[in-house]
DNA sequence: ATGTTAATGCAATTATGTTGCAAATATAAC
DNA sequence: GTTATATTTGCAACATAATTGCATTAACAT
């Protein structure tokens, strides 16, 4: 298997964007997690790393890109997820059911779940859907349990 | 058709809320509108009637007793609505889906559409499901053509 | 009318996000 | 390797949003 960082850096150079630490360590922190993650975690671990302002930037420009892709969960916080494929700087392919737990908080990105069609009143032009489940995940129902 | 000042005198009291003229003017707000209500166009209207914490205390009062429902937009910002109905303290009722104008950003409760139940992977354990649509509502699909 | 408790307003604080600009650095051209 | 260029970063200042503690006020039960 390819190493991952010589993968990331492929990644940026196909956008159009310079190879530069604080762009490599957003990147292998959220590679390196199971659910997406939140703007402040993210700042947190990276820490003195890079400044406040070029994380915002990074994933500003990863948004844009079609790298990643940001979910807000129910208290209005962003996280972000690297997108699976076929995400471009044109439009994105995350159409993708997001489930948020009441009790680790974090969020997964249930690839396989996709959001049924809908019907909605005369008149409205649907564009885009965004579904987000809340209730426990996985491992936190296994623990009540 | 009864007095609306009335109704929602009641309507605090049922909920055992003291009916203050901050209250009361928040429900005439909302009631009074088409469309969920963000927090900063409450904060606008009401001018110096009421501080801006008041509102923040008044509109979570409201949440937690089921008499209003927060509906987060694409920016994350919150908007509410009144509950519709059967809400209470300990339950919300609103799986209706929300509709966010990408033109005019209002955002409609479309509570004729219900979210359809949802297949989630082995584990996790769906409480709420709350879905947001994007794109251009009727009065602004209008306007294009 | 009075007392009790809930609710408000104000000040201070914390958190969150944005902007302008100069310095640094990745990359391409030489 | 050196140099030129455009991008990216870091810092400071600013702007906005939300929270907390506390003294004052007002609702309402008695
Ligand atoms: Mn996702
Ligand atoms: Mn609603
Ligand atoms: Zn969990
Ligand atoms: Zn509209």
Redesign the interface.
Known sequence: MENKTARFEKLLVKNGLKRTAPRLQVLEILSGRDSATSQPYLEQVMGKDADRVTLYRVLQAFEEKGIIHKV?D?Q???NYAICSDGCSAHEHHDEH?H?NC?NCHKI?C?D??K??A??????????????????????C??KVN
């Open positions: 807000l129910q209005g916080t962003a059911v489930f009441d997964y249930l396989t779940v959001i049924p809908l019907k909605v009143p005369a008149g409205f032009k649907v564009e885009h859907l965004n579904l987000i489940a809340t209730g426990l995940c996985a491992s129902s296994d």
